[in-house]
């Protein structure tokens, strides 16, 4: 998706009504689509991010644009308020301010604000900053794994290892003893970083020692005894590796650091009236966006395994839907033991593979997800029977489950994500034995709870609690543990990103998560959802008796059956015609359609795969039938959907691998017209946004 696609939830804090409009016209000027939420002083702008009061409802916003001067409370207490909430944090915040003061630039990025712009600002001067805004920080947010971008841009004070001020390691390549003078000044009066300094008088110099000591940036002039201008680039680039370098240059030159930077150059500063701030802000902005390219690096990476994994468990899923189709079919059609058995232990390990596909797929589910109504203990019960054995590790597992039934908006594969990622924590925290315990129930949230947990707001929520016996969690150590990449395993052993995942994902459910722990007692996590109230279950979860609507067995209905793979169209032949219906067969889009056209008045439902090779997919089948014949059934099947948002209401699809019985109640009530689908998912285009 790109950033033109998509629309982004700005918070702008201002209370001039010209500016306000001038960073509206901006926005819409350079095609970013926008939800833009205003409020006027710095009370309102951390009730809308703390969703109290009237903002209980507020969406979690993906950029703050922050006035420093208001009235009540000023943006700087904001800022701070903001950099120092364990979720608020990761949001990117732009800093607006009359003041171009050294003070008031350094407290702001002091406080880990991602940009400052001055005022007064007329509007091209905002046009130009929404412009680089939308590159710098949008950009970032077009690949798969956005989420984690973000954090890592917003999280540059996250200290993985050492609670000391970070070390910055500094080479500079300057022969003039006065400007080497000046930068050692500059580094000493910075108060935020600490640097470590070491100096070359020549590009040999500074190339000998890159090869033998680490450093994190290189400050060059452009004019030294052995090179000159665009060429020193050229070499440092070559010695350097992946490396920022600044270059230093005088006014007078200004061409060639701008020209440096087309050449690979991080930034450059200007030697005359060399400020510490200017200078230290180059350094900070190299850093940064050094490691945003990291991290890009690593979502490329990740992006390239989701779609192999895709590709994978699609063909898996063809194949277990042969497996499961077959398999019920003989549990249906005998009666010895020695065959029985069999075909039951066969379906129960086909049961267990599509799990293990789901979660599989569940890599390449970034940008459609799908929140239904659930009941969460049927979610966690599921979970338990698919979870991994721990009796192993000396781990004792208990569940106790709500006695009322708890229903909130759920995306399924994200729970069972959330349960695994807590799981997979609670068993490392035991390395010898222990006791883990799941255990659900309902729960209102007062106002005075509320203001105690950040992100908490006032309600009835369903409760997920996952708790245990294990090592527990340091004070100085809780707070830092939903941040991304932070890890107190060995290197091999974590990535530091499942509890930021859990995190994510209950953010996205408009929930948030409590955790409590002991040194030597162990950890409990607390999980709140939106608790939807109902008395009537059924109805909500889309529950009905399907044998009282229909039998499973047809009435001499014609179905087309369409499917590249020959071993599912006989499966799924065999199944229909056991059980009353005609069929007609087809391996391609285009021969289906003909096949429609010569018989449509005899065919009865369209039971097509959603992706075919050649010239014609499913989908584009189903919508030319379905324009011909908008009445007829149809029921599209894949191991495997993409981002297809075109996809009309009126499209049921069953997901592979399917079973004999899921395949034939989903057709009767197909056939039938009926609502009620509790064994297939509609395509997640479907689905509306949480509310």
Known sequence: ??????????????DNPADRLITTEALTKHGLHTNLHIVDDGIEALAYLRREAKYQNACTPDLIILDLNMPRLDGRQVLVEVKADPILKFIPVIVLSSSASDEDVLFAYGHHANGYITKPMDYNQMENIIGSLKSFLFGTMELPSTDLRLKALASTDTEISNPEKEVIRVLLLESYEEDVRIVERMLDEAESTVFSLKVCGSVADAEALMAVEKFDVLLADLTLPDGNGIPVIKRLKLSSGSMPIIMLTSSAIQGEGIAAIKHGAADYVLKDGLKSGSLVQ???????????????????????????????AHEFNNLLTVISGYSSLLLENVNSDDVRIPAELIDKAAAKAARLSRQLLSVTRKKNLVF??????TLVDEFRQAMPNLSKHGINVRINLSREDIVSRIDAMLFEQILTNLVINARDAMPAGGELFISTNCIEISELEAEKHPGAYVGSFAMLEVSDTGTGIAPDIIKKIFDPFFTTKEMTKGSGLGLATVSHLVQQHKGWVNVSSKLGFGTCFRIFFPLHKTTNISTILNISDLESVRPAKGGNETILIVDDKATLREMTKRILERNNFRVMEAESGSQALELWKRHRESIDLLFTDFS???????????????????????IMASGFIGDHNEIYRDYVFLPKPFNAKTLL????????????FPMYEKFSGLHPPID
Do not use: C, F, W
């Not at 998706?1 to 201002?14: H, S």
């Not at 239904?372 to 203990?377: D, H, L, S, T």
């Open 372 to 377: 239904e109504y659930k009941e969460i203990n």
């Open 1 to 14: 998706m790109t950033a033109q696609g998509r629309t982004y939830d700005i918070l702008l804090v201002e």
């Open 665 to 676: 109640k989903t057709i009767s009530n197909s056939l039938n017209n009926t609502e009620q």
């Open 612 to 634: 075919m090779p050649g010239t014609m997919t499913g989908l584009d089948l189903v919508n030319e039938i379905k324009r011909l014949q908008p009445t007829l059934p149809v």
């Open 282 to 312: 180059s350094i900070q902005h190299a850093l940064d966006h050094d490691r945003i390219l990291g991290q890009l690096d690593k979502s490329s990476q990740l992006e390239v395994l989701g779609q192999l994994s895709a590709g994978i």
